[in-house]
């Protein structure tokens, strides 16, 4: 078998790995590896020995970063961090924080975090009363 080429089994590894988590997403958008290469503007190499688990070192937050926009997942889920792809938002009201505090007897706690907030969040231009 000297001078032979083993094919890795893509099968057995794990699904947390960055390796199978950019190739299932190549995949999924039927890429080939040379495509997304371009999409990101990195060696075709690269991508191959990223997803073939020749190399865990994704090298630069630049690429992982470039992987995850192009990907729509998070830079945690392509690192293995986390199961989930793309955490919900949430907007306050589903969360019943400020209908909470405005009712719980401290309004003035509740006006004092939104005129906090609001000079954090807002230049002296743009604020508003």
Known sequence: MEGATLK???????ENTTSYRVRSLRQDRRWS???LADKIFVAHSQISRLE????TNIGSSLLVVSLAKIFHVS???LLGLTPISVPKSYDISELGLAKGLASSGHPSI???MVHTLKKLCFPMSVRFS
């Open 8 to 14: 890795k089994n893509y099968d057995e590894e794990p």
């Open 33 to 35: 590896q040379k495509g």
């Open 52 to 55: 073939s688990g020749e190399t």
């Open 75 to 77: 830079t945690d889920y």
């Open 110 to 112: 509740f006006s004092q």
